[in-house]
């Protein structure tokens, strides 16, 4: 249940980026059609030779945007949850009934983690196996956390490519053919 929370909180900080994007990206085609209605003949603006020229570098700029703000979105998603593999590793090592020493010997390199874990349930007499749930579970919601900051920090970054090449393609797709047209 906890982890299904956590997993629609993610997605809800990941559908805010992502929801930036598509409408930034859509502005100036949005504009364009518009504009059309509103009679200013953008359309005819657009095919001219000028227009044409216009309208490419404006789609040049749109997909430089789309490729740059899907990058950033895919890095999110894709970032890592966790860091307790070697965790996981000892945990089902301890389930399976295995000795501290047999462990050492099938993995070798537990993290720095994992071995204070281990010094402090000799030390205490702390169970191993609650040590290393706890440690776990904390390990997981302080990835979830990240994430969560993460996305929301993506939401003010993804603005500065996207403005920065959604307002070049707005202003090529919509000044442009008015120029062209109250020009002609």
């Given amino acids: 249940m906890h982890s299904e929370r956590a997993e629609a909180e993610l997605k809800q900080a990941q559908a805010i980026p992502e ?13 364009v059609i518009f504009s059309q209605l509103a009679g200013l003949e953008t359309l005819q603006g657009l095919m001219t030779p000028l227009g044409l020229l216009a309208s490419l570098l404006a789609l ?5 945007g789309a490729k740059i703000s899907a990058s950033m979105i895919a890095r999110l998603s894709s970032a890592p949850r966790t860091q307790v593999h070697s965790l996981l590793a ?11 020493s047999q462990i050492s010997k099938l993995i070798p390199s537990l993290t720095p983690r994992a071995q204070e874990l281990i010094a402090m349930s000799q ?3 702390a169970a191993l196996q609650t ?6 579970s904390a390990s997981n919601e302080r990835a979830i956390s990240e ?9 003010v970054s ?10 070049p393609a707005f202003l090529l797709l919509t000044i442009v053919p008015m120029i062209i047209g109250i020009t002609q």
């Fill in 158 to 167: 993804l603005l500065i490519p996207l403005t920065a090449t959604t307002l």
């Fill in 60 to 64: 040049g700029f749109l997909y430089a």
């Fill in 90 to 100: 000892l945990q089902i090592c301890i389930s399976s009934g295995m000795g501290l």
């Fill in 19 to 31: 929801a930036t994007r598509r409408l930034l990206l859509w502005l100036p085609a949005g504009t």
């Fill in 131 to 136: 040590l290393i749930s706890s440690e776990i």
């Fill in 123 to 125: 030390r205490t007499g």
């Fill in 147 to 155: 994430q969560l900051t993460q996305a929301k920090k993506l939401s």
